[in-house]
């Protein structure tokens, strides 16, 4: 009987290893990953917001849209929403 104890041992010890690098795999952040932001898209709206629920954002009357960080800076001409410099 205690010669199938290193077996399991090394079984749990490869399990923890598998589970381990599992967990630990999402947690690497992509570097070609798109961040998004949200803007309201109104005609006197400057800012974007990483935060759908800001208070800057809540004083949306038109449509909030949610569009890629680079978009919010190049194709809507938006700077950072002053709650969340
Ligand atoms: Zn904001």
């Known amino acids: ?4 104890l290193p077996k399991i041992a090394f079984i749990g010890v490869l399990f923890f290893f598998l589970s381990g690098f599992i967990s630990y795999k999402p947690s690497v952040p992509a570097k ?9 898209v109104t005609e006197n709206s400057y800012a974007y917001h990483f935060d759908y ?4 954002l809540k004083q949306c009357k038109g449509e909030k849209r949610k569009v890629s960080l680079s978009d919010a800076k190049g194709k809507y001409k938006r700077k950072i929403c002053g709650y969340e410099d």
Request: aromatic letters at 18%; charged letters at 10%.
């Open 32 to 40: 070609s990953q798109t961040t998004y932001v949200y803007i309201c």
């Open 53 to 56: 629920y800001c208070r800057g």
């Open 1 to 4: 009987m205690i010669a199938k």
